[in-house]
């Protein structure tokens, strides 16, 4: 079982930055996908971005050049830069590893709002 902790989340003022970080408890394959997902109240759970390597990358049309998604290995560690914040964004971010681990990060709230 590996265990993910996020870091990171708080309240910001539109336009404002902040980043995410997420610590898997053990080693991942560099080939695990590792991704951020985030749910506002009183909507689904949806998908920010997702990273296996720098060449494999996916984000949202609502945050595409917003927010940048990386990872290092050897810290077992994914990111997640959130720059321009909007209300919108508003959300649990949540973090996500994928097979074989299946595993989600107990979440982190961000606020933005003035």
């Known amino acids: 079982q590996v265990q993910l902790v996020e870091s990171g989340g708080g309240l910001v003022q539109p336009g404002g930055s902040l980043r995410l970080s997420c610590a898997a408890s053990k080693s991942i394959f560099s080939s695990t996908v590792m991704g951020w997902y985030r749910q506002a109240p009183g909507k689904q759970r949806e998908l920010v971005a997702t990273i296996v390597n720098i060449g494999s990358i996916t984000y949202a049309d609502s945050v595409k050049g917003r927010f940048t998604i990386s990872r290092d290995n050897a810290k077992n560690t994914v990111y997640l830069q959130m720059n321009s914040l909007k209300p919108e964004d508003t959300a649990v971010y949540y973090c996500?590893?994928?097979?074989?681990?299946?595993?989600w990060g107990q979440g982190t709230q961000v606020t933005v709002s003035s």
């Open positions: 996500n590893v994928g097979a074989p681990f299946r595993s």
